[in-house]
């Protein structure tokens, strides 16, 4: 009897650690919140330009692109299966706020030859692509110079298979977790737009257009408190 009961504890301990691989899709866990709600594009907006084009823009003149690239975006992203997909023609999805220092899930699947990314505070970027193609894997800081920009290891599943990113981003630093392995450990991402200057404070987060069918779920964000706040 008390074996019995060992065991039943076990399977109880168990299957609470097992919770995140069994929760429904879109169904964030404690402490995150949806960016996708699994149903429609609601919390997403079309990409503008970059953000200095877009920092130089009037009201006015945001306003104004900002509804034609949602109308863009409309034709190109759809929701299928409780999953965001890309139909590679348009444009880079983007969240409708802007973030500074988080914790994000995501997961994403590409086909073969698949190429794309994760855009952290509107800034390239977190890569995706195909192992068979690029054998280091995704996960790198890609369009960093000075700082490392390729993943430690490849922990890709094959293509056609649900991935997951873990990226924690805090000041200029981010760490990358895919498929439960690190590969960016506290990495300084550099600022693409800017070289002179470091990564912007607060931005958008982007899934970016590559050209090619992508699909995206399970998008989860804990926003972090920065120090002396």
């Known amino acids: ?13 168990c299957l609470g650690v097992g919770t995140w691989a069994v929760a429904a899709d879109n ?4 402490g995150f919140v949806a960016l996708f709600n699994g149903k429609d594009l609601a919390g997403w907006k079309g990409l503008v330009a970059n953000p200095l084009a877009r920092a130089k823009m009037t009201p006015e ?25 890309f139909d590679g023609k348009g444009d880079s999805l983007c969240t409708a706020k802007d973030y500074g220092d988080f914790e994000l899930y995501v997961d994403w699947k590409i086909l073969p030859h698949g190429d794309s990314g994760i855009y952290l505070r509107g800034s390239p970027q977190v890569q995706i692509w195909d192992a068979k193609d690029h054998p280091e894997g995704s ?24 991935n997951t990113f873990r990226i924690k981003m805090v000041g200029e630093k981010v760490s990358v977790w895919l498929n439960g392995e690190l590969v960016v450990d506290n ?5 693409y737009w800017d070289r002179k200057q470091p ?20 998008i989860y964000l804990r926003e972090l408190p920065r120090s002396g706040q």
């Open 27 to 30: 169904t964030p866990p404690d």
């Open 187 to 191: 990495v300084v991402m550099e600022n």
């Open 61 to 85: 003149q945001l306003a104004q692109a900002q509804k034609k690239a949602d109308e863009r975006m409309r034709a190109h992203w759809r929701v299928e299966d409780g999953a965001l997909v």
């Open 139 to 162: 996960g790198g800081l890609f369009n960093n110079q000075k700082h490392p920009s390729k993943p430690t290891k490849c922990a890709d599943k094959p293509v056609g298979q649900w």
């Open 1 to 13: 009897m008390q074996r019995l009961a060992i065991l039943v504890t076990a399977s109880v301990i």
């Open 199 to 218: 990564i912007f404070p607060t931005g958008q987060i982007e899934l970016q257009n590559h050209g090619n069918t992508l699909y995206f779920k399970n």
